[in-house]
DNA sequence: ATCAATCAGTTCTTTTTTAGAACTGTCAAC
DNA sequence: GTTGACAGTTCTAAAAAAGAACTGATTGAT
């Protein structure tokens, strides 16, 4: 499988994952999502080759998760910031700082916490039904063949 | 930046890609959640190299993700399941499937439909706040420094 | 008894990607 | 007019992945 087909595949995973899945590609986000936004401060923060960091941002403006706002002319000067489809991606990001917090955290706790505008509580993310508005888990979850399946489940 | 020193970041973020920020494992993971469960499964399924697949499946057993159970001898033969910790991804998948049904199916709709066994309701997965249970958008959450931080918060 | 097939890998060479460092160009401030 | 900040680009070397063939244990068919 070449990667460039991956984003044609009919599996919503492999389509995102042709987006997102790249471990720099995680990080940049995470860093966006923290307030991030100029390339020295990426390359800085991250220790991303710069070469790389041009290519993956590239990518995400093309994407369409990442756009570029002139912050000064002369020379022009960009920030990157997430647009609405890269706000999209919070619950993803939320779900791997959560699975970190939880199974990767030292005795010296978790690294972050997360206040909940609407409630001003520390809080973690729980993912519930949007039928029925209750916790899920894996093991409560059925997959089936939807509108966009070609041919086989898996 | 080296791979091997991302676990030791003081990040969930970080810590979490380093198990589990790369393509193959993420379409690895996919198919696990589907019951796929055999080495030349994964392989005929995703199109991986078998090479790659080996290792891959090595590092997320390493990891605690997944657990290798025995179901023939001679030739000593495994399965590949999901263990608790591997189950605790499923919010991560979910996300990953919501994102790429909601900002990548074409006309023809999303390849996959979920099902919730609880009230047996096809649904979206939603992230509400674990302490006063209202949906969660990116805009609500501030980020503070916790008991794990070693020093800046990016 | 022999042959093909199944399954789970391993081993090789070639190609692609990434790391690491240095370089370019535009401007502002001193 | 020199230095420094910023946002890249351009190299070469090292690492990882692709692609294909091979191993080895066993079962089932001929």
Do not use: N
């Amino acid at each position: 499988m070449k990667w460039d087909t991956l984003a044609d595949e009919p599996c919503s995973v492999a389509r995102t994952v042709s987006v997102i899945g790249d471990r720099w590609t995680l990080l940049i986000l995470r860093d966006c999502f923290l307030r991030v936004r100029r390339f020295e401060a990426f390359q800085t923060g991250l220790g991303i080759t710069r070469h790389l960091l041009a290519h993956r941002l590239k990518k995400l403006v093309a994407a369409g998760v990442l756009r570029k706002i002139a912050y000064q002319q002369r020379p022009a000067r960009y920030e990157y910031v997430l647009t609405d489809r890269g706000l999209d991606l919070h619950p993803i990001v939320m779900g791997i700082v959560h699975w970190g917090d939880i199974h990767m955290a030292g005795d010296s706790g978790r690294p972050r916490l997360h206040r909940h505008k609407g409630c001003g509580g520390l809080f973690d993310p729980v993912m519930v039904c949007s039928a029925c508005g209750e916790a899920v888990t894996a093991r409560d979850v059925t997959v089936e063949p939807g509108p966009g399946a070609l041919g086989a489940l898996v």
